[in-house]
């Protein structure tokens, strides 16, 4: 079992509808990222997140530390938001990752 | 802008032919991160620097070498890259203080083809 599950693996939307991908692990951490890979490219930090709520413009995370679960919401998707969203928990100096979810959302 | 970059973005090489990747950074961070990322899968730790200091991973192969001459730039050596090589190889960095880590900075990445 990975120690950083997400769900859904897959995802796929119609534009302006509201989105939650979720993610489990099962270690202490000291903290928890949501990351965004587009096709081909580089990874972007979205959120780095050790205790309740984060927002920034479409995008809200939130942490659960007793339950060790975190989501990440966006609001009114758009096909630009089409990419893999990965979570990743750091012990230590490394990340963790999870299995990332694939988003595609269609015009 | 504070950034990290990779050169080159795309490299091809042939089989057995030896390959240096470059990374460089402008954040000033202690700590540089090499990983290895092949399609649909999340990426591969290789190896880091905390500062001068070299920590390789245990699953990683002799074939790849890393070399961090100053705090801005740390390269990636693939020896003998072979068919299995092929992937995207990222660079990251944080800063890090009394051995904990700070957010990862991630480059665009270098795409390896190998013929």
């Known amino acids: 079992k990975n120690e950083v599950e997400q769900s859904p693996q897959n995802l796929t939307a119609q534009e302006g509808e509201f989105i939650t991908i979720n993610c489990s692990y099962s270690?202490?951490?000291?903290?928890l990222h949501w990351l965004q890979q587009h096709p081909g490219g580089g990874i972007v930090s979205l959120f780095m997140?050790?205790?309740g709520k984060k927002k920034h413009g479409r995008l809200i995370a939130t942490i659960n530390i007793q339950e060790k679960h975190s989501s990440l919401h966006i609001t009114a998707s758009h096909p630009r938001d089409s990419a893999v969203y990965i979570c990743?928990?750091?012990?230590?100096?490394?990340?963790?990752f999870g299995t990332g979810t694939r988003l595609k959302v269609l015009a | 802008d504070a950034m990290v970059i990779q050169n080159p973005r795309y490299q091809v090489t042939q089989f057995g032919k030896p390959v240096t990747l470059s990374c460089s950074q402008t954040?000033?961070?202690?700590?540089m991160y090499w990983y290895q990322q092949k399609s649909s899968q999340a990426p591969k730790l290789l190896f880091h620097?905390?500062?001068?200091?070299?920590?390789n991973e245990a699953d990683t192969p002799d074939n790849f070498q890393s070399r961090r001459p100053n705090t801005s730039f740390c390269f990636l050596d693939i020896r003998s890259p072979g068919l299995g090589d092929a992937a995207m190889y990222l660079c990251?960095?944080?800063?890090?203080?009394?051995?904990?880590?700070?957010?990862?900075?991630f480059g665009p990445g270098t795409r390896l083809t190998v013929l």
């Open positions: 990251a960095t944080s800063r890090s203080t009394s051995g904990r880590a700070g957010e990862q900075f």
């Open positions: 270690v202490g951490i000291s903290a």
């Open positions: 997140l050790s205790s």
């Open positions: 990743a928990v750091t012990r230590t100096y490394k990340y963790i």
């Open positions: 954040l000033n961070h202690n700590v």
């Open positions: 620097y905390y500062d001068k200091d070299f920590n």
